[in-house]
């Protein structure tokens, strides 16, 4: 037992030092977007759809501005996207894994799509509903972000902005 | 101010001939005939509809009564969605609701201003200009920035309540039910003493319907919390069929998502099911009067496919 223990201790030590290095390039991406955000008028309620697709088009253009070299990988980097692949795995072999399968097939799977970092995500494409009991096993993400599952890709939205952040290749399974 | 800014986006719209007289529905339109309903009206099969004498009310109207409408799935755009929009108009003129809920897929296509008027503002025009307000939750098809969208009522949220004399509405975001939109549908269910507790939202959590059946993950973690804390009745959509379940530890479920789009057919023989209707659109009124829900479902023709009184808590 006690070596058991002993042998878990240093990938907690290690998860804990990949969380961290994740939570603060998503720390460094929402102060970007923030910063952005400050430039085109806030979005309030309105009953004019065109600002507030003016709004969306304008933040997405000027976080692009703020990171033009921003590439898969830049926030899901590899010692990330290794520990987003053993979280996701674990969910679905796990005691809910039916159940995240089942949500996965009848939530209206999108297919995939060719996701590009900074792209916006298409216009018409629905946004598949991500399981709940996955999002209860992954990072927690300000509001500003959320996970989106697209075929078996993992990606990171930015939801303001309509914006393409970051993603993962092949990390859900197939269901 | 508001109305001009609509009518003018209206009218503007209207002249540019971008109405499509084309319907964009994923099915063909059929006769309406719904399955195990009691009491079917057979007399309206126009799609036109009926003016206030010959409607077929179910509800008894009780005075200072919550009443409201629902739909679901409804932004198409299609001229079934128009002639749901008809309906509901005749209905409001006689019934007098004066708010509805949307059960999400609201605009389908994506969020160009154009699709907002044809598919929202156009449709419902004469429910808009009669002051009924709408309140909507967001599906799969939604962008969430329709948050921030006025008309929808959201109030800048994903996620949401508001309250109508007796009654609590939780409206939620079924897309995305993350652990900060758990706790607070926790908070907001334990610090609500309304007697009446009505959750909606796009995903179903029971569903008999062959196309997506329900979200069990989604269920696993909301409905232990509607039980607990003594959720009255559920509205999804999702499924483009209407259906009333036999009640689940208490707990009516409704799915109606069939307010503009339409799967045919697609209702599974399931003893779970108190009523369904796959084959034409549809939307409810909704009437809450002391310890009673009385609810009609009417089909785009004008039949009522489901009636009947809930009781609460029992």
Redesign the interface.
Known sequence: MSCLVMGQAPRVNRDSVVIKDFESRVTDYVKLSKKAASGPAAPKPTDDPAKLKEYQLALAAKIRAGRPQAKQGDIFTPDVTKMFQRLIAMSFSGPRGEKLRASLRHAEPVKTLNLQVNDSYPQGVPLQSTPPSLLLDLPKLPSELEYRIVGRDLVLRDVKANLIVDFISNVIPAS | M?TH??FF?IVGYLLLGAISASTQEPTPDQPATPRTAPAVSTAQQSSLPASASQLDLRIPLHPKSVRFAVIGDSGTGGSAQYEIAKEMEAYRELVGFDFVIMLGDNI??????K??VRKFELPYKPLLDAGVKFYASLG??????ER????FN???ERYYTFKKNDVTFFALD???????Q?SWLEQRLRDSNAAWKIGYF??PLFNGGKH???????R???APLFEKYGVNVVFSG?EHIYERLKPVHGIYYFILGNSGQLMTHDLRKSDAVQVGFDTDRSFMIVEIAGDKLYFQTISRSGQTIDSDVLQRGK
Not at chain 2, 108 to 113: E, I, K, L, V
Not at chain 2, 212 to 218: K, R, T, Y
């Open positions: 508001r800014a609509i986006r389908y296509g994506g969020d160009s201003p699709n907002f799969n098809h939604d962008n969430p920035n921030l969208y006025k008309l959201m109030g800048g079924s897309n995305y039910m993350d652990p900060q758990l796009h995903h997506h059946g329900p979200d069990v993950d989604l696993s973690l909301i999702h």
